[in-house]
């Protein structure tokens, strides 16, 4: 049987941690967003129909006196801080799955209060009268029915998980996992949708489906997702014990008294972590982290997660909980003297053979490990622009859709690339793409120029191309024109004295075609090598000229 948990469940917790820090009232509507996206909001936003997922504008349209506010993690758990403690002054193994988000098992409080009831009823009594929040709580066997039972204010009877689970939709199964968390979030999407398009509309069908064929045809994610809907743990009972030598801790000397010198510190510590754990082919799902000061004062905390830590989220956490003890609210929550030790204990590990991170993502190898130390000391050597990653973006032009960001910033995309983007190019992409277009002229079967009309139509059927000052190619076939006009009421609000809203990409016109090139000599840019083969191009006529955009080889 699954263990029973008590979750303990602030709504909206984004949107309360930034009212809290910016001392606005409870009636004021707020959002918070992340990505020009809505995570969260205030029940009075939500009566004038704002909702999660929703873009700034079309929330700022429905709510005019709408209070914006950016998502800070940090702060989330700094001021979730409050709520921990007064949980733990009457309950032993509180467990933190996310700010916002509290679990503790239920069987010591039920028999120390006298009952389940009893002991919710005490929870939000306390919470309520010591830090000033509203939560509810629900109890149930398993963290994920526990979760879902708190959003309710239920408790469901020992053995009736399952029955409780079965009759909710499907699109439940993301209350567990991080919202926030890219490649969590992409693969709940991505779940949910598919579930749907099968006809699998409540978690009790999705239950019912064999366990192999859900691993088989969804996936890993999929499978751990299968289990929570059936009232069942989401990983195995039988998990390996972490190894006694696992603990990693360090004396801080002089100790720290400011979030910034303790980040730096944790970092540290993760990646020793991490290294650790991938010598031994495991990972981490619960962390115990333990800071204490000169005078003895002590703060332990337990993070529970949903998927397997790394050593980012692992640094991320030991940040929340230290930027918490460190600027707490109140006196008697501060320590009276700077943190001397820091440990970390995985309390629960899993095999880490399944795992499957992005190449670029911090994983869990020493071989990880030491390139991110390595790009870091090329950083400081020539600057933070020595080392970027790509991030894939949105746009129509194949010049908005990677953005490149230095190593260690946050990897999130100015504009989102899943919408509709009338006008972008079909797949599948171009798979050369040159840093700057390559300058080029189409011909026609006169061998003149080929240019763009009035109405965006060719001037003539394209007959060669030449490319990189006459490295040419004639043309075997080709599929055009497409115009493409962006921010065109720019200029009209220029021509009526007005000022458009800044943005990314400029007003600007162009023309596509795809050309393909027949095997008769070198194309391509002025570094290329000559290729045989047949090759086609995307061609943009822009600014009066034509320009190679991207090849397909």
Known sequence: MPTRRLVVWCPDWPVVAAARAAELGPLVPTAVFAANRVVACSATARDSGVRRGMRRREAQGRCPELVVREHDPDRDARMFEPVVAAIEDMMPGVEIVRPGLVAVPARGPARYFGSEAGAAERVIDKIGAHVGVECQVGIADGLF????????GQLVAPGLSQEFLAPLAVEEIDQLADRLSGRQAAEQVELVDLLRRLGIRTLGDFAALAPSDVATRFGRFALTMHRAAGGQEERPVLRRQPPPDLVISEQLDPPVDRVDRAAFAAKVLADRLHVRLGELGLACTRLGISASTEHGEELHRVWRCAEPLTPSSTADR????LDGWLNGRSGAQRPTAGVSVLSLHPEEVVGAGGLQLDLLSAATGEADARAGRAFARVQGMLGPDAVLTGVLDGGRDLRDQVRFVPWGDERRPASEPDRPWPGRIPAPSPSVVP????????????GRPVGITDRDRLTAAPHRVEVSGGRSRAVSGWAGPWPV?????????AVAGQTAPATQVPPRSSVRIQVVLEADSGAGGPDADPDPGEVALLLVHERGRWWVQGAYR
């Open 318 to 321: 030991v940040r929340w909980q």
């Open 485 to 493: 006009t962006e921010r065109w009421w720019a200029e009209l609000l």
């Open 435 to 446: 840093d700057s277009p390559w300058p080029a002229v189409v011909l026609d079967a006169e």
């Open 145 to 152: 029915a526990a979760v879902l039972a708190a959003r309710r």
